[in-house]
């Protein structure tokens, strides 16, 4: 597999991971919301939960929006 593809390939992976996190925090985000724990606590968790979300997320991003450099510029 030639190196254009392997990126191609890890960019993919990297969104479906993303698609695939914000399923999972969306269904998490709705149990929370249907517990009976409580106004604070359930906004503890909810914090919990978003911080733990941007972390993921913003990991995947950043790494899908970095620039990829395959070779050095030739001196003219």
Do not use: C, H, W
Request: aromatic share 4%; proline share 3%.
């Amino acid at each position: 597999m030639s190196r254009k593809n392997q990126l191609q390939n890890l960019k993919l992976q990297r969104e479906l991971l993303i698609k695939e996190l914000e399923s999972f925090y969306i269904n998490a985000f709705e149990r929370i919301a249907n517990l009976d724990l409580g106004e604070k606590n359930i906004a503890k968790l909810t914090q919990t939960l978003l911080q733990s979300r941007d972390a993921a997320i913003s990991i995947l991003q950043k790494e899908i929006e970095i620039p990829v450099i395959t070779r050095a510029p030739k001196n003219k």
